[in-house]
């Protein structure tokens, strides 16, 4: 387990200070066998659907895009390309995030990425007043506002969460 240092600042928080937005930091120590968005909640004392986790995929039309889903929810692809004007969009596999993203698996965040793809966010984030995301690192999260998070990611709200079925 990795800890990370109190005095450590992410491009994702250097773009925060830069825009003049609130926010609060939390560590954590990550567990390499478990980087789910689940285990980050319950361990910065959050619940699951304040925590958003930030996935990677790629338009057929559109190229790279962000979407953020609250942690304990499973994308609907359909959802987010009819929400991003593609016909289809699969997520990038694991091995190519970093590379599109700039950021590792379990520390991608939609601030300050590689580049500035477009942003994708489910609407249950306007449920909270505050809410988690990665701030570039594992074993980070920032807590900010939502509208803060719409405003400086200029992102678009839509359903993307996959309902699942019990039978």
Request: contains cysteine; charged residues 25%; aromatic residues 6%.
């Amino acid at each position: 387990m990795a800890k990370v240092g109190s005095d450590q600042k992410t491009n994702a928080v250097r773009m925060l200070d830069q825009a003049g937005i609130g926010y609060e930091l939390r560590q954590y120590d990550v567990d390499e066998a478990d980087l789910s968005a689940e285990m980050v909640a319950a361990k910065i004392g959050l619940p699951q659907e304040q925590v958003f986790k930030t996935l990677i995929a790629d338009g057929d039309q559109t190229g790279y895009l962000f979407a953020l889903l609250p942690a304990g929810t499973e994308l609907d692809p359909r959802s987010l390309a009819a929400a991003s004007g593609n016909k289809k969009v699969d997520l990038v596999p694991l091995r190519d995030v970093q590379t599109v993203t700039g950021y590792v698996r379990g520390g991608v965040s939609p601030l300050a990425a590689k580049k500035p793809y477009p942003v994708y966010i489910d609407e249950t984030v306007q449920l909270w007043d505050v809410v988690s995301i990665s701030a570039g690192m594992r074993g980070l999260q920032v807590l900010l506002a939502p509208d803060d998070l719409i405003c400086i990611t200029n992102a678009t709200l839509d359903d993307l969460i996959r309902l699942t079925v019990s039978r």
